[in-house]
T-cell receptor, first 108, second 115 residues
Framework: DAKTTQPTSMDCAEGRAANLPCNHS???????VYWYRQIHSQGPQYIIH???NNETNEMASLIITEDRKSSTLILPHATLRDTAVYYC?????????FGPGTRLSVLP | AAGVIQSPRHLIKEKRETATLKCYPI?????VYWYQQGPGQDPQFLIS???????DKGSIPDRFSAQQFSDYHSELNMSSLELGDSALYFC??????????????FGPGTRLTVL
């Protein structure tokens, strides 16, 4: 079973920041938080991952709380092409366990 | 940049037939993963290989088998196909820097339809 809890769906206005929360209260010390997204029927796309510190790359920022029990993925300027299912995955070592994810709809 | 290649992209089979899906990982990646995604469902892990050895096993049916070859490509063999096997099958690859680091890159998937 997935170790994460995410909202089922969210809307975001185009050009605004999209903030996607994820709860992972049972995360263990050596587990990373990964974010992937899947645009309709395409292969999941890696976005970002982190362990303890906040991370930023060209796609997004990842904010992890100090107790590591939750995190937020931030898409700073959402576009229509960011409409997708976003998966938050807690992971160490091997295969990913995908949960239901958040269906983000970016609206014009 | 080179990505994960899967073939075929689409496959239609009859019940009880067999199917073989192929995956070519990103060059220098040593680990391959297979996932199955049924209609309206999330991807489910099937099996993985590291350096040509099976490394982890998920919810793969006994009718399915897989292997990784010397050139690191992988094949998923599916026998006695059932209607419920109709799904998207994704292959992902990664380079194992260590036991923790495991950024997986996914291919475009093979859509299998069983009639």
């Amino acid at each position: 079973d997935a170790k994460t809890t995410q909202p089922t769906s969210m809307d975001c206005a185009e050009g605004r920041a999209a903030n996607l929360p994820c709860n992972h209260s049972t995360i263990s010390g050596n587990e990373y938080v990964y974010w992937y997204r899947q645009i309709h029927s395409q292969g999941p796309q890696y976005i970002i991952h982190g362990l303890k510190n906040n991370e930023t790359n060209e796609m997004a920022s990842l904010i992890i709380t100090e107790d590591r029990k939750s995190s937020t993925l931030i898409l700073p300027h959402a576009t229509l092409r960011d409409t997708a299912v976003y998966y938050c995955i807690v992971h160490y070592g091997q295969n990913f366990v995908f949960g239901p994810g958040t269906r983000l709809s970016v609206l014009p | 940049a080179a990505g994960v290649i899967q073939s075929p992209r689409h496959l239609i089979k009859e019940k009880r037939e067999t199917a073989t899906l192929k995956c070519y990982p990103i060059p220098r990646h040593d680990t391959v993963y297979w996932y199955q995604q049924g209609p309206g469902q999330d991807p489910q892990f099937l099996i993985s290989f590291y350096e040509k050895m099976q490394s982890d096993k998920g919810s793969i049916p006994d009718r399915f088998s897989a292997q990784q070859f010397s050139d690191y490509h992988s094949e998923l063999n599916m026998s006695s196909l059932e209607l419920g096997d109709s799904a998207l099958y994704f292959c992902a690859s990664s380079y194992q820097v260590g036991p923790r680091y495991n950024e997986q890159f996914f291919g475009p998937g093979t859509r299998l339809t069983v009639l």
